[in-house]
Structures are given as structure tokens and as C-alpha cells.
């Protein structure tokens, strides 16, 4: 090939090596493109992509397919798990990324901030988290009082509004470490304060009233024996109640134990810190409301379980997350 023709003078350099040089026109137009940016660079924007927040839940919380409790649950999120905030809450929901998959979740049990989460920092109530000690007193109603700080442990009692307890500095989960009536346990921080302490009321002892005229019993011989406060029952008969309920209103035994093992781990008196959810089937007040035994204390299992076995025999089972 002739290197030094027309075609070979303007398409290519010779080297001594035998490598070949490419014109240096493309150079040209990669300066003429740099220029051209430099100039208009301030009618262009590169979107910034929104960061997702590194948060977690607070309590058992449902991953929705939209914002609102009128869409279906995919699945319940544990306490505690790691989530991913990934935009501005939505009718009181935030859109979140949790594994593989997005949905939302209630903003009432997420707790923002990048956390792993020991404190729940996004709580509201006006108790220092940094081992704060002294008196403090339960605030919106009935309060679990628990063996470990988180819902799954055991209620040692149910604590009523307004009583009051001592911190013991102890914090972990949400939870803090609290004395009630010379008890050690944990209860959920959000229903604590230890500002506005209610008035001590006096103390009264009840009057009773004196009987109208003495009663013809005959007198017995021997004092009567003052009964036992009545005892939890047995996991055995809470089982058999809940069989009951299930024969009573043709639905199937199993299932119906499982989801009350799954709501309330076959606790009657179990009561959820945040929706107030109350009994062996957990049921809301407004729900309990709208069963036949309304009327019926919520806490008595009997009730209970034949409330729900009600709701199923009408066609409204989908109301419980666990099933």
C-alpha cells in the first residue's frame, strides 16, 4: 500500500512501529462537545434520586399493597425489622421497601431515622429514654405490664390508667424497665409519662348499707371460707372454649385455634399497646361492638371466642390478620 497517496495522507499516520495513528478529528469534536455543555449546563438538571431511609417497626405492623387499611395485607412485619422509608407518607402510611418487595405500612409503627432501633426515638411521649429513672404514670387507658420488653413475652398484669410506676432505668425495644406494686416488669415507653402527674385523690372506704331488716338465714356453724380469686384458666380450657365456639357456629376447631394462638398466644386478658385490641381474638372496641355479645365483658374467653366464631359464620373472617 502506498502511505504517502491522498487517501493514505489524510486517513492515517505511518509510524516507525507499524502502528496506525486515528485522525484527529473525533479529538476535535469531543473539545467542541465539552464546550457546548460548559455553556448551557445551567438549562439542564440531572434528577437526584430521593435517599431511602434505613428505619424499623416499632410493633407487629401489616405490609399493605396501598396506603390505607381498605387494601389487602401481603404479609405482617415483625417488631423491630429493618425497613426501607422510600417516600413521603400517604394518608397516614409510608411506602416501603421490605425484602424484595414494596408496600406500606401504617406510620404510627415505624420509627424513621436510620436506626436498628432500641429506643423507638419516634415515639411521643415526654420520657427521657436515657436511663430515666423516678416516678411515672400509665397514660390512655390500661397498660400490659410484661415479663420481657417486647409483645411477645408473657403479661404479668394489666396495669389501669393512671397508676403509677418507677422507672428502673432500664430501656430496650420501645420498652421500659418499670416497678408496679412491688412487681418488676417492662411496659411500652408511648403510654408512660412523667409529667402531669394526677392529683392524689383521698383514699375512701366504700359504704356499705345497712340491711332494712335482718335476713331469716339460719346461722351457720362455722365461718365461712372466703373464696379464691379466680384463676386463669388453664390452656387446656381455653382450647376446649374455643372448640366450643368453633362446634357452636360449624367452623373448623383448627382454624380458629390458630389464629387465636397467633393473636393472642391464647392469652385472654392479652390487651395490644398501641390499638387497644383486646381478649383472645383481639378484637378492637368498635369491632366487639358489632357482635351479639357486645354487651359481655371482652376479656371473658367464652365471649370472646364465641364473638368470633359469630363473625365467621356471618362471612367476616377476613377481618383478622392472622389466618
Partial sequence: MNLTSETGQRGMDARPNGMIASDRRPYRLVTYLTLFALLFAGFFAIPTAVGASSDHTTDYVNFRIGPGTDYDAMTVIPTGTEIEVIGEPVNGFYPV????????????????????????????????????????????????????????????????????????????????????????????????????????????????????????????????????????????????????????YGQPREDMLRVATCESNLDPYEVHPVSQASGLFQFLPSTWATTPYADQDIFDPVANANAAGWMWSVGRRNEWVCQ
Fill in 97 to 248: 421497601r421490605y425484602g424484595d418487595a414494596t408496600g406500606y405500612v401504617s406510620t404510627d409503627y415505624v420509627s424513621v431515622g436510620g436506626g436498628s432501633g432500641s429506643d423507638d426515638s419516634g415515639s411521643g411521649s415526654d420520657i427521657s429514654y436515657d436511663g430515666a429513672t423516678g416516678p411515672a404514670w400509665v397514660i390512655d387507658g390500661a397498660l400490659n405490664l410484661r415479663s420481657g420488653p417486647g409483645t411477645s413475652n408473657p403479661v404479668i398484669t394489666v396495669m389501669p390508667g393512671d397508676a403509677q410506676v418507677e422507672l428502673t432505668g432500664e430501656v430496650s425495644n420501645g420498652f421500659l424497665g418499670v416497678v408496679y406494686n412491688g412487681t418488676s416488669g417492662w411496659a411500652f415507653a408511648d403510654y408512660l409519662s412523667q409529667n402531669g402527674a394526677p392529683a392524689p385523690e383521698p383514699t375512701q372506704v366504700p359504704e356499705t348499707p345497712a340491711p332494712t331488716e335482718v335476713p331469716e338465714t339460719p346461722v351457720p356453724t362455722e365461718v365461712p371460707v372466703t373464696p379464691e380469686p379466680t384463676e386463669e384458666p388453664a390452656g387446656d380450657d381455653i382450647v376446649s372454649i374455643i372448640y366450643a365456639a368453633a362446634d357452636r
